[in-house]
Nanobody, 125 residues
Framework: QVQLVESGGGLVQAGGSLQLACAASGRTFSAYAMAWFRQAPGQEREFVSA????????NYADSVKGRFTISRDNAKNTVYLQMNSLKPEDTAVYYC??????????????????WGRGTQVTVSS
């Protein structure tokens, strides 16, 4: 059974940085793409970033491009999201996800089968 556990959320001031981590277990980690989504109160869950199984290809939502960086360590079965220049509008619960594909180009929620429980990120102004 695939399990995803996020960590690293917290409270930070605008302009600050946080790094999220997602530890995966239950299948061959390097064979599948990993993604981050986020959901703010009263909003739909939205795509943030994805990385291919090999780690070579990445994909970002326009709202985070140039500020967030996704990476993975296949030896540690962990994917990271480095978030810099944080803004109050980045406040949300951040979820790690994975699915049946290797590609980083999938951005829909229903492209992903497995989800973590989320970690709260709060950016104060």
């Amino acid at each position: 059974q695939v399990q995803l556990v996020e960590s690293g959320g917290g409270l930070v001031q605008a302009g600050g940085s946080l790094q999220l981590a997602c530890a995966a277990s239950g299948r061959t980690f390097s064979a599948y793409a990993m993604a981050w989504f986020r959901q703010a109160p009263g909003q739909e869950r939205e795509f943030v970033s994805a990385i291919s199984g090999s780690g070579i290809s990445t994909n970002y939502a326009d709202s985070v491009k140039g500020r967030f960086t996704i990476s993975r360590d296949n030896a540690k079965n962990t994917v990271y999201l480095q978030m810099n220049s944080l803004k109050p509008e980045d406040t949300a619960v951040y979820y790690c996800a994975t699915g049946p594909s290797r590609t980083a180009m999938l951005t829909r929620r229903d492209n992903y089968d497995y989800w973590g429980r989320g970690t709260q990120v709060t950016v104060s102004s």
